[in-house]
């Protein structure tokens, strides 16, 4: 007994310390746990911060039809493209998840480069080639295989910058004819061919020269986000900063997803342009280098547009290129979807034949940036916002056209529109009774006897009545037998702006924040 009564101290002592060490575990491993879950939040708080969103948002209408295409089990050939940045893989990736996929993507490299990267990608989806590390003989056998597959299981073959692969192996378009014509009929195949060289698509993929002329069973052409669907990607920014926004970055999903909407437009300006390691501050100068071979004669032409210098002979003498060279640089910015040509609304090309930047970005950072480089090198954004501050009026008329057309397109697609226009547009020339050139911000027609002018303006000053009488007077110069006129205005109208407004029936004054 005594031995046993000895023992028991000894041994409750040792459940106590084993106690204590079992409590301090658990308190070990409650307090990772927590730390663990700070963790995390503070990572989707970052997230939030920065103002990426990795849902997918928009295209909806795109994904709604492609997945109507694949459902179809036949052979399909859908082409998309569009400039670089726009979202064009985004939504492809939408498209194929959950599908089985063959996804290669071109290099700007050589046919053998590009060879063994599509065998790579054919052999990690086929179960017998998964261990090989060499590559099929030829474009011809490593295209086939896939046909092949396709012809007893639905699978999506994705080939996107297709015309890298293209410009290294230029018959590989004839080899897709041959097996389209050779398999379609039997074949399971969705195949995307994807690129961001709009000429090329356009012309080498989809132009009746092209080996795949008539091949293709729906087509993608991938435009930036209209203003009314970018309210979608934020919900804290006020209409105003918004269309700043918009302006800024032009609609282009990954400069939007930079733009983060608990800040301040100054913040998100000072942090994506204005700081020389942001991601911003060297996009166009990157993407030109990436497109262009000598970078520094389009990037001469593209400041020199966006500096005011429109007109083909301006361009030349503000970049002292002769007209030919000029011509050829403009065509392959055309291509990029960074600048367009205009000519005056129902006209057709003429000597008063415009260029203007249609890239938002492009359109913000020639402006504002190149004379500043200096002195954002030295960190001195606040010195440079307040500088370029003032000078956003200037620069958001053209935004807030663009945003004023979208606009009257969505009232057309409503039927609430005044007149149906089949197009719109812009529209100068002389004034013979003013004996001066004028200028409508948007005209349109419904190629009859009735068409419609805007003005719109981008001030912080109300638009008051002599801004409404010029608009009328401008319709004067066209022998329309209907004519309906419409004023934009960011700050709304003063009042006898609006008294002569209600004196005419085919007047309409739309405030901006009307038309959120």
């Known amino acids: 007994m005594g031995d046993h009564s000895s023992q028991m101290p000894l041994i409750l002592i040792r459940l106590r310390n084993l106690e204590e060490h079992l409590t301090k575990a658990c308190w070990l491993i409650i307090i990772n746990l927590i730390v663990i879950i700070l963790i995390i939040i503070n990572l989707i708080v970052v997230d939030c911060a920065l103002g990426v969103h990795k849902m997918f948002v ?66 990690s989806f086929v179960d017998e080639f998964k261990e090989s590390a060499g590559s099929l003989s030829s474009f011809e056998e490593a295209l086939e295989t896939v046909f092949r597959i396709s012809e007893t299981r639905r699978i999506t073959f994705v080939i996107d910058e297709y015309p890298y692969i293209a410009a290294s192996y230029g018959a590989i378009s004839s080899i897709l004819q041959t097996l389209i014509d050779k398999y379609k009929s039997k074949s399971k195949l969705f195949l995307i061919l994807c690129g961001s060289t709009i000429s090329f698509m356009e012309e080498q993929v989809l132009g009746y020269k092209s080996p795949l002329f008539g091949r293709r069973t729906c087509q993608f052409k991938i435009l930036p986000f209209e203003f009314f669907e970018v309210q979608s990607f934020f919900q804290k920014f006020d209409p105003i900063d918004l269309a700043v926004i918009y302006g800024i970055t032009g609609g282009i999903p990954l400069y ?87 000519t005056p609304f129902g006209e057709k090309a003429t000597k008063k034949t415009i260029y203007r930047i249609t890239d938002g970005l492009f359109r913000f950072w020639y402006r504002f940036i190149p004379e500043n480089m200096t002195l954002i090198q030295r960190g001195l954004k606040n010195e440079i916002y307040n500088k370029i501050q003032p000078q956003f009026t200037g620069f958001m008329g053209l935004v807030f056209e663009d945003i004023c057309m979208q606009y009257l397109w969505k009232l057309r697609t409503q039927g609430d529109t005044k007149i149906e226009f089949s197009d719109l547009g812009r529209w100068w020339g002389n004034d013979p009774i003013n004996r001066r050139e004028a200028e409508i911000d948007i005209m349109g027609t419904d190629g009859t006897n009735a068409a419609l002018f805007c003005e719109c303006k981008w001030t912080n000053e109300k638009v008051d009545l002599p801004t409404l009488n010029a608009l009328l007077q401008k319709g004067n110069l066209f022998y329309y037998t209907e004519k309906h006129f419409y004023l934009f205005a960011k700050a709304g109208f003063t009042k006898g702006c609006q008294e002569e407004a209600k004196k005419h029936w085919n007047v309409s004054l739309v405030e901006f924040a009307e038309m959120i």
Do not use: H, W
Not at 267 to 289: M, Q, S, T, V
């Open 58 to 123: 928009g295209r909806t209408q795109e994904l709604a039809y492609l997945n109507e295409r694949f459902d179809v089990g036949k052979f399909e050939l859908a082409v998309m493209y569009g400039r670089r940045r726009v979202g064009k893989t985004t939504l492809i990736n939408e498209f194929i998840r959950g599908k089985d996929v063959i996804f290669y993507t071109g290099m700007e490299g050589n046919a053998k480069e590009n060879l063994e990267g599509l065998s790579k990608s054919i052999f």
């Open 256 to 342: 939007m997803s930079l733009m983060n909407d608990n800040l301040t437009v100054r913040k998100n300006i000072e942090n994506n342009f204005l700081i020389p390691n942001a991601y911003l501050f060297d996009e166009p100068g990157n993407l030109i280098k990436q497109e262009c071979r000598n970078p520094a004669q389009y990037n001469s032409i593209i400041r020199a547009i966006a500096t005011g210098s429109s007109k083909m002979s301006e361009i030349c003498s503000k970049t002292g290129l002769d007209t030919a060279l000029t011509n050829s640089y403009l065509a392959k910015l055309i291509s990029l979807g960074i600048i367009k040509k205009e």
